[in-house]
């Protein structure tokens, strides 16, 4: 079977030629001279499967949904097929444009409708997706697909037609012969891994690589195979439409998910392996040369080539040389410093190198040590009869024999969690007395100078049925009841990693997002710095409610995927004001932070946060998703009565009607991101809580431990010359103009943050005092109007933060 196009049957029977001018037929009038300098208008093949019977695929191409294609290749066996013999139908003619690719990219086209025939052939796969999942996205890890061989007349019949049409189209090269998973790898998995482009290879269709060259590479990859960004650089130097980002990401999945359904039908991971790497190179030694020896000599590079080492943050709060390696000319000023302590509290760590005797000044006063002391020996002294709250002084004098030298080592101060005190007698009582008038309850953290000086639990975890009757014996708070913290996320767990990254030299917050989040780019991104983002000045609005399909922003936005989440916070999320226009409080800007950790980390957020920080805090209960890591309901406080209806006043897709209770509430964490968010989805004790703020105020560390530099907390907490109530991140006293939150007594230099669940903090460096309160304030029911209504619990003044705040301000300060 053949066909010949229209405009070379035009030409025979219009144009006589002679030796460079054609004249027209009469119907004709114009002159026509063969330039040099053209191309053909079709550059690409793209293969298709319909996914649906010959029937139901001809209602689809020809009459119904606005989709095409040029041809369309029956089946044999298929019942809805008229014919006994199978035959090619052409669609549209090829001269023409068919709505076949969609959004598409290819060796740096796009709009692939523009450039491409297609054809479309039957084959039904069978694909299932969990009933919980209900995802918009085709091409998605959790949906599981069975694929058919195709039919061998039907192929037949595909190579034929094939060859015909590159004959047609001389522009099509090995490499523009194509399935519609490699021009969309994000959307499609059409052709499917079963569909035969070795048996086209060998019929002289299309790209394939020689087993040889193959060999080669995997020999060397296996031993050191190419990194993640020189993958994606090679992925796209074949074609696909790949960012190099230096990490494994939603894009570079799917487009090794695609390469290897072409490629590696029997091997289709989405990972970067060595397999995948020495397929990929051999076809570009075969297709592009010159492309393919420019990567592997960044190959051989990166072998070479050694990594920064990142900063080493300290083992203590001071860390003395003694003497000191660049000692000032001021005698009296060197081997001489300052640590932070409390009155009876504190030690000192001698690691000795070859000294054999020191003195040794804390407060002025000498202390005793060992005498002789030994070589390469550590010692440890308590000093609680030497230390005072707050700044202690230490020198060192007389290191003998001259020229020896030793290293003093002063941890950071830890919390006192066994000095509870009983003078908040008004706190207690204005909490206790609105538990008695319905408020459901609460636990309450003071820290005092490094004491936990008061740890008490109010009420009810669990107070309602789901709907809204009482529990006949509600499940009582406990002091470490966990909290789902809510916005409080943004701090204690996005902003200490962000913290903890600027203090190794990993994040510069002054540097443009894209230049960790290459993706990052168009409509503004690339103006936006990290700092925008932690500011909330970047230009994002307040929300988006992925989680909604009448979403403000269109079924575009939604997204009940966390892989799908991020790509559209990277590259879809609309700004609605100018960078630095004003501060715009915004979820968008901690879920791309969240993203960031991610990227820089190499690990998912919760894995970071919980092996990074909390756990070498000696922090076990402050996790993400605790019903998945051992965690019982019955030890969390519930939040709303009727999972995220409002009373029954909200409906989407997939909503939850019980009570929520050791779940994310904020929906876009649970929904649209698995429970791991940058601005939501932590779960915390008031007790775990006080560790952190501990951390806080002492300047970034905790015993031997060091999480981030006093350098980088004074960066975070500084005000903003914009609005002095932001820092970065944290918000901030100021003078006053957040008293709701602080109160009316806090220093202008304390910091904190609020959840929407109903959790407030305050760190207060002027008074050494730290103050978390822990509500499930929106485990109440819910009053007023389909519009206008509010939960019950937040009419209290337990939750509304304030009252609280200035009662343990005032019992401190006025005792």
Same mark, same amino acid.
């Given at each position: 079977m053949s066909f010949t196009p229209l405009k070379t049957l035009l030409k025979q029977l219009c144009y006589l030629s002679s030796a460079a001018l054609l004249v027209s037929c009469a119907s004709n009038p114009y002159t026509y001279t063969q330039s040099a300098n053209y191309s053909h208008r079709v550059k690409f093949l793209v293969m298709h499967y319909t996914a649906i019977d010959y029937e139901k695929s001809m209602r689809a191409l020809v009459d119904e949904g606005g989709l095409s294609s040029h041809y369309l290749l029956p089946e044999s066996g298929d019942p809805s097929y008229p014919k006994d013999d199978l035959e090619i139908i052409q669609l549209v003619d090829e001269k023409d444009r068919a709505w076949h690719a969609g959004r598409s990219f290819w060796q740096g086209r796009e709009d692939l409708n523009d450039h491409s025939i297609g054809i479309e052939i039957v084959n039904v796969p069978s694909c299932h997706i969990p009933e919980q999942t209900k995802l918009a996205m085709e091409n998605d890890a959790s949906k599981l697909c069975i694929f058919p061989d195709y039919d061998a007349k039907q192929i037949e019949l595909l190579i034929k037609l094939s060859k015909d049409i590159l004959a047609r189209n001389p522009d099509i090269g090995p490499t523009q012969v194509i399935?519609?998973?490699?021009?969309?790898?994000?959307?499609?998995?059409?052709?499917?891994?079963?569909?035969?482009?070795?048996?086209?290879?060998?019929?002289?269709?299309?790209?394939?690589?020689?087993?040889? =060259?193959?060999?080669?590479?995997?020999?060397?990859?296996?031993?050191?195979?190419?990194?993640?960004?020189?993958?994606?650089?090679?992925?796209?130097?074949?074609?696909?439409?790949?960012?190099?980002?230096?990490?494994?990401?939603?894009?570079?999945?799917?487009?090794?998910?695609?390469?290897?359904?072409?490629?590696?039908?029997?091997?289709?991971?989405?990972?970067?392996?060595?397999?995948s790497a020495a397929v990929l190179f051999a076809l570009l030694e075969k297709y592009f040369p010159k492309k393919s020896e420019r990567l592997f000599q960044e190959y051989?590079?990166?072998?070479?080539?050694?990594?920064?080492?990142?900063?080493?943050?300290?083992?203590?709060?001071?860390?003395?040389?003694?003497?000191?390696?660049?000692?000032?000319?001021?005698?009296?000023?060197?081997?001489?410093? =300052?640590?932070?302590?409390?009155?009876?509290?504190g030690e000192i760590i001698i690691e000795n190198q070859d000294a054999t005797d020191a003195d040794i000044f804390i407060n002025g006063e000498k202390i005793n040590i060992a005498s002789p002391l030994t070589a390469e020996k550590i010692y440890q002294y308590s000093l609680a009869k030497r230390t005072r709250d707050g700044i202690n002084t230490y020198k060192v004098e007389n290191v003998l024999p001259e020229g020896a030298s030793l290293t003093l080592r002063f941890p950071y101060p830890t919390l006192d969690k066994n000095s509870a005190q009983k003078r908040f007698s008004a706190v207690d009582e204005l909490i206790n007395q609105e538990i008695k008038e319905g408020f459901p309850g609460a636990v309450l953290?003071?820290?005092?100078?490094?004491?936990?000086?008061?740890?008490?639990?109010?009420?009810?975890?669990?107070?309602?049925?789901?709907?809204?009757?009482?529990?006949?014996?509600?499940?009582?708070?406990?002091?470490? =009841?966990?909290?789902?913290?809510?916005?409080?996320?943004?701090?204690?767990?996005?902003?200490?990693?962000?913290?903890?990254?600027?203090?190794?030299?990993?994040?510069?917050v002054e540097k443009p997002l894209f230049y960790y989040?290459?993706?990052?780019?168009?409509?503004g991104r690339e103006q936006r710095l990290v700092k925008d983002l932690l500011t909330h000045s970047a230009g994002y609005p307040a929300v988006v409610d992925f989680h909604r399909k009448d979403n403000k922003f269109g079924e575009r936005f939604f997204s009940q995927n966390s892989l799908r989440t991020k790509n559209?916070?990277?590259?879809?999320?609309?700004?609605?004001?100018?960078?630095?226009?004003?501060?715009?409080?915004?979820?968008?800007?901690?879920?791309?932070?969240?993203?960031?950790?991610?990227?820089?980390?190499?690990?998912?957020?919760?894995?970071?946060v919980e092996s990074q920080i909390y756990q070498p805090l000696g922090l076990t209960h402050t996790v993400y998703n605790p019903l998945q890591k051992g965690f019982l309901a019955s030890q969390i406080a519930a939040t709303e009565i009727n999972g995220n209806t409002r009373g029954g006043r909200i409906e989407f897709e997939n909503i939850r009607t019980d009570v929520l209770q050791g779940?994310?509430?904020?929906?876009?964490?649970?929904?649209?991101?698995?429970?791991?968010?940058?601005?939501?989805?932590?779960?915390s004790t008031a007790g775990d809580l006080s560790v952190l703020m501990q951390v806080l105020l002492n300047g970034g560390g905790y015993d031997n431990k060091q999480i981030f530099t006093p350098q980088v907390l004074e960066q975070f907490t500084n005000p903003q010359a914009s609005d002095e109530t932001y820092g970065l991140g944290w918000r901030r006293a100021g003078h006053q103009a957040r008293k709701w939150h602080f109160g009316p007594y806090a220093s202008p230099l304390a910091f904190g943050h609020t959840g929407w669940t109903g959790t407030v903090t305050v760190i207060d460096p002027e008074y050494d005092l730290a103050i978390v309160l822990l509500t499930n304030a929106r485990h109440t029911p819910i009053e007023g109007s389909q519009e206008n209504y509010e939960f019950v619990g937040k009419r209290f003044e337990t939750g509304k933060y304030g009252s609280i705040i200035s009662l343990i301000y005032e019992s401190i300060l006025n005792h």
């Open positions: 399935g519609h998973s490699d021009i969309a790898p994000s959307r499609k998995n059409d052709p499917g891994p079963r569909f035969p482009w070795y048996q086209l290879y060998k019929a002289g269709i299309g790209a394939w690589y020689e087993s040889d =060259t193959v060999d080669k590479y995997w020999q060397l990859f296996s031993a050191s195979k190419p990194s993640v960004e020189l993958m994606q650089k090679a992925l796209r130097s074949y074609g696909y439409e790949v960012i190099a980002t230096g990490q494994l990401d939603s894009q570079t999945l799917d487009a090794l998910s695609a390469f290897q359904m072409h490629f590696l039908p029997w091997h289709v991971s989405g990972n970067s392996d060595a397999r051989q590079q990166q072998q070479q080539a050694v990594e920064p080492a990142p900063k080493t943050l300290a083992n203590a709060q001071v860390v003395a040389r003694i003497p000191a390696l660049d000692p000032s000319s001021r005698a009296l000023v060197n081997d001489r410093g =300052t640590f932070t302590a409390y009155k009876g509290r953290a003071v820290v005092k100078n490094g004491k936990l000086i008061k740890l008490s639990h109010y009420g009810a975890a669990k107070k309602y049925h789901a709907d809204g009757s009482e529990l006949k014996t509600p499940q009582a708070m406990q002091n470490d =009841t966990l909290f789902d913290i809510a916005s409080n996320s943004k701090m204690f767990a996005t902003n200490f990693a962000l913290m903890k990254l600027v203090s190794e030299g990993k994040l510069d989040l290459p993706e990052f780019r168009g409509s559209l916070l990277l590259t879809g999320v609309p700004f609605v004001a100018g960078r630095n226009v004003k501060h715009l409080y915004s979820d968008i800007d901690y879920m791309l932070l969240g993203v960031l950790v991610e990227r820089i980390s190499g690990m998912a957020l919760d894995t970071y779940e994310v509430h904020d929906e876009k964490a649970f929904y649209a991101l698995g429970g791991v968010a940058g601005h939501a989805g932590l779960f």
